[in-house]
């Protein structure tokens, strides 16, 4: 029997986790801490097709079962690939790489990817046919039209299925690869910063004179003390802290690794500040219209326009960049600021060495930084 929303409403945690099935495919998964999640399963391909859909009540029953559908469509689109082509592994990898680690919007786009610009010309041959002249005529045309970002976007999902199809024994060879410098370069992302020392100094008075939300105010302040991303301020959880550490888990971070952030003294000083009006929740900084859900990604942008920095001045991104350029003209080692910013390595086992060997040093890093703050501000 269906769901309604009487009986979602009503759900109470258990000792242990437990789920109330709805129809077609999609259930409400309810844990001991109170977090329902709705989840759907289907059969494709002689396999078994699991998505987590997102947590209830930001996804309504409603909303559940349009995704729902929405997924079982492009099921019924896609479940008949002949074997041996680049569509078959491209469906393989997309399944497997795709489904079950990324975010049903991410998901998403790459699902529009592949079917809008590269199965129509590359789905009926076979992997080792193709060649890197013809996928670069096809990133031409998308170039063309001005999207150079979607091409080299579109250049990484086939670098990706042509991998996983080498690793598998259903390709012979990574064609992007040979296309490198072939194709225009991306624009390099500038977010509008702040680095006079007088005028960081100016934000900081600002935005401890901030007359808004309590919770907003300690947000910017974090964001800046710790130089982590904005998504990553934003949906930080009380669980995360441990002492002196946050640690952040590898599905919230943009390279999918986890991450270690030392608090400074004054991180922590936020912390305290707002603990006695969000640590009753998960999140540490909430939306004011409900707590399971986090401040906006306009929030801080909202704020600091309120502040009188204009769009063309700073925005809640370029702290990072006021991180970065401050601490590089303060002679701080390149790779603990670089590691401090979460800029992986490509050397995934040097990498591993520095997360581990330079939290003492990034340590040292984010109390000098907090200090610096703190100076200028005066």
């Given amino acids: 029997m269906a769901l309604t929303n ?13 789920t109330m099935r709805d129809s077609e495919g999609l259930w409400l998964e309810i844990t001991p801490a109170g977090k329902k999640t709705w989840k759907v399963r289907f059969k494709a391909q002689g396999r078994e097709i699991k998505h987590t859909l997102g947590r209830y009540p930001d996804i309504s029953l409603k909303e559940a079962r349009l995704k729902r559908d929405e997924i079982r469509l492009e099921l019924v689109n896609h479940k008949s690939v002949p074997e041996g082509t680049f569509k078959a592994l491209a469906e393989e990898w997309f399944e ?34 193709i060649d890197a002249p013809e996928l670069l005529a096809i990133l031409r045309r998308i170039e063309d039209q001005g999207h150079v970002e979607t091409a080299h976007r579109v250049s990484q999902i086939v670098g990706q299925v042509l991998r996983y199809g080498i ?7 990574d064609i992007t690869a040979d296309l490198k410098g072939a194709l225009i370069p991306r624009k390099p ?36 003390y710790t130089a982590v991303r904005p998504g990553e301020m934003r949906k930080a959880e009380w669980k995360e802290i441990d002492g002196d550490l946050w640690k952040i888990p590898a599905e919230r971070m943009k390279k999918r690794r986890p991450h270690l952030v030392p608090l400074s003294s004054q991180a922590i000083g936020v912390l305290e500040e707002i603990r006695p009006l969000t640590g009753g929740g998960e999140l540490i900084f909430p939306s004011v219209r409900s707590k399971t859900r986090p401040i906006s990604d306009m929030t801080v942008n909202a704020a600091l326009r309120r502040m009188g920095y204009a769009q063309n001045e700073l925005t809640g991104h370029g702290f990072r960049a006021m991180f970065s350029t401050i601490a590089n003209e303060c002679q701080w080692p390149s ?22 060997e330079l939290l003492d040093k990034r340590r040292e890093l984010l109390q000098w930084w907090g200090d610096w703050l703190d100076g200028v501000r005066l």
């Fill in 96 to 129: 497997r790489q795709v489904v079950p680690v990324r975010t049903h919007g991410h998901a998403r786009t790459i699902r529009s990817r592949l079917d809008r610009l590269i199965l129509p010309y590359l789905g009926d041959k076979p992997p080792a046919d």
């Fill in 189 to 224: 992302e500038h977010f509008p910063t702040l680095t006079d020392p007088k005028k960081i100094g100016g934000l900081m008075r600002a935005i401890q004179a901030f007359s808004g939300s309590v919770v907003v105010r300690c947000a910017m302040l974090f964001q800046i």
């Fill in 6 to 18: 009487v009986e979602i409403k009503r759900a109470t945690p258990r000792e242990k986790r437990y």
């Fill in 167 to 173: 690793a598998t024994g259903q390709a012979r060879h």
């Fill in 335 to 356: 790779n603990v600021i670089e590691l401090q910013l979460a800029h992986v390595d490509k050397n995934s086992v040097r990498a591993a060495y520095n997360h581990a």
